[in-house]
């Protein structure tokens, strides 16, 4: 029986003040999922924000890559890492229903 398991690829520059609301969502996700927190060498406190929201918490990694600025470099960065069945992009800001990975991973079995 497949699993499942989605990959959510998160690509992060300068987003230290936006990050607590989408990871408070990510948190409270049903499922079997995998959270990447891919910083793209941001000079801001980013990176330490993401790893004091997900401390703890073996859903989330936090990967610290040089500066390429491009969000889609870090997307590509995050589908070579991820370990899911299915990727999923969310921007740093954006938030998700509670279901909503388990909703879509039950829509992408059918």
């Known amino acids: 029986m497949k699993k499942n398991r989605i990959s959510v690829i998160v690509p992060m520059y300068c987003v230290a003040k936006l990050l607590a609301r989408g990871i408070a969502s ?8 995998e959270v990447l927190l891919i910083d793209d060498g941001s000079p ?8 004091t929201l997900t401390a703890g918490d073996s ?12 969000a889609a470099a870090m997307r590509n960065r995050g589908v070579e890492l991820a370990g899911g069945d299915y990727v999923f992009f969310m921007d740093a800001d ?7 990975l388990s909703d879509i991973a039950a829509a992408w079995a059918r």
């Open 26 to 33: 990510l948190k409270s996700q049903t499922g079997d999922f």
């Open 44 to 51: 801001d406190e980013t990176r330490t924000a993401a790893e």
């Open 94 to 100: 954006d938030e998700l229903e509670p279901t909503a």
């Open 59 to 70: 859903r989330f990694r936090v990967i610290a890559e040089t500066h390429h600025g491009t």
